[in-house]
C-alpha cells in the first residue's frame, strides 16, 4: 500500500517560515520524482516545485528563491522549506510523487499553509 504523508504545515505570519516534510512508503522512492503542489480555495491545484531522481529541482517562478526542495532517499523522504512567506502562499500543500518512466503517480492528503497577521 503506498503512502505519502505530510507534515509541517500550519499557521505563520507573514515574512515567516516553514518547512513540510512528507514520508513515502510502499514505493521505491528512488525512482519516483516527487514535489509538492498547493491549491488555494476556489482556485486549480498548481506545481510548487519538484525534484527529480537524480536530483534536478523545478519551481514555479512565485517561490524561485524563497522555497527550497529537497530529497533524502535513504529515508523516503521530500522536504519543502519555505522562507519569506507571503499571505498568497496560504493554500493546501500536497505532497506527490510520479515514477520517471512509467508515470504512475500518488498524492498525499495535503496538509494547511495559512499565511496571515
Known amino acids: 500500500q503506498v503512502q505519502l504523508v505530510e507534515s509541517g504545515g500550519g499557521l505563520v505570519q507573514p515574512g515567516g517560515s516553514l518547512r513540510l516534510s512528507c514520508a513515502a512508503s510502499?514505493?521505491?522512492?528512488?525512482?519516483?520524482?516527487v514535489g509538492w503542489y498547493r491549491q488555494a480555495p476556489g482556485k486549480e491545484r498548481e506545481l510548487v516545485a519538484t525534484i527529480s531522481s537524480g536530483g534536478s529541482t523545478n519551481y514555479r517562478a512565485s517561490v524561485k528563491g524563497r522555497f527550497t526542495i529537497s530529497r533524502d532517499n535513504a529515508k523516503n523522504t521530500v522536504s519543502l522549506q519555505m522562507n519569506s512567506l507571503k499571505t498568497e502562499d496560504t493554500a493546501v500543500y500536497y505532497c506527490?510523487?510520479?515514477?520517471?518512466?512509467?508515470?504512475?503517480?500518488?498524492w498525499g492528503q495535503g496538509t494547511q499553509v495559512t499565511v496571515s497577521s
Open positions: 510502499g514505493i521505491i522512492f528512488n525512482v519516483y520524482a
Open positions: 506527490n510523487a510520479q515514477h520517471q518512466r512509467y508515470k504512475t503517480v500518488y
